[in-house]
Nanobody, 120 residues
Framework: QVHVVESGGGLVQPGGSLRLSCAAS????????MGWYRQSPVKQRELVAR??????DYADSVKGRFTISRDGNKNAVVLQMNNLEPDDTAVYYC???????????????WGRGTQVTVSS
């Protein structure tokens, strides 16, 4: 089983910043992709930012404000969110995809989510 642990999130005023962290452990040999998705009561789950190998993708709505990066050599990523807007309010989920311990196939897992609320 792959364990995905998220941290960060909370309440912040518009224009403020938050930092989300995600770490993967357990039955995973190597991580190929890690990313953040978000879901609100009025929107379906959508990609926020993702690192897949050497490719980094961002949603158009967060480009220039959010930065995703690997946390050193760990199976972990950090999402730095600046200039937050009320529309960024959502539950943020970390997703991990990699190789299983026997290197015979792929595994993936989701975190439980962390709430981000942007409000004055």
């Amino acid at each position: 089983q792959v364990h995905v642990v998220e941290s960060g999130g909370g309440l912040v005023q518009p224009g403020g910043s938050l930092r989300l962290s995600c770490a993967a452990s357990g039955s995973i040999l190597s991580v190929n992709a890690m990313g953040w998705y978000r879901q609100s009561p009025v929107k379906q789950r959508e990609l926020v930012a993702r690192i897949d190998g050497f490719i980094i993708d961002y949603a158009d709505s967060v480009k220039g404000r959010f930065t995703i990066s690997r946390d050193g050599n760990k199976n972990a990523v950090v999402l730095q969110m600046n200039n937050l807007e009320p529309d960024d309010t959502a539950v943020y989920y970390c997703h991990v995809r990699g190789r299983n311990l026997r290197n015979t196939g792929s595994v993936e897992s989701w975190g439980r989510g962390t709430q981000v609320t942007v409000s004055s």
